[in-house]
Nanobody
Framework: EAQLVESGGGSVQAGGSLTISCKVS???????IGWYRQAPGGECEMVAA?????YYIPSVAGRFTIIHDTARSAVDLQMNMLKPEDTAVYYC??????????????????WGQGTQVTVSS
């Protein structure tokens, strides 16, 4: 059974960096991974994906980088210049087309438990 396990979250100050990781088990047959996040009271949104060309939502483009580490069977999300509005639980799941918002909304928690990222001002 394919599994995705997130790790590496934590607390940082604004302007800091954090890298979170998604360990991908064997048997995962989707074209790529998406990183999603859900802030308290907010909707689940896909912030980055590597299903084709790397995709980033505008608010994280230039600050976040999705990296596929084949040696570790992991997909990392390197996050730089973090802002308080990046505070959320981050989840990895299959990556979908950027316009598939209805699908994105159900991805948080569907595959893994997520990892908390807290950015203080």
């Amino acid at each position: 059974e394919a599994q995705l396990v997130e790790s590496g979250g934590g607390s940082v100050q604004a302007g800091g960096s954090l890298t979170i990781s998604c360990k991908v088990s064997s048997g995962f047959n989707f074209p790529g991974i998406g990183w999603y996040r859900q802030a308290p009271g907010g909707e689940c949104e896909m912030v980055a994906a590597n299903s084709g060309n790397p995709y980033y939502i505008p608010s994280v483009a230039g600050r976040f980088t999705i990296i596929h580490d084949t040696a570790r069977s992991a997909v990392d999300l390197q996050m730089n210049m973090l802002k308080p509005e990046d505070t959320a639980v981050y989840y990895c799941a299959p990556g979908y087309h950027p316009q598939a918002k209805d699908t994105h909304r159900i991805m948080c928690g569907l595959w893994g438990q997520g990892t908390q990222v807290t950015v203080s001002s």
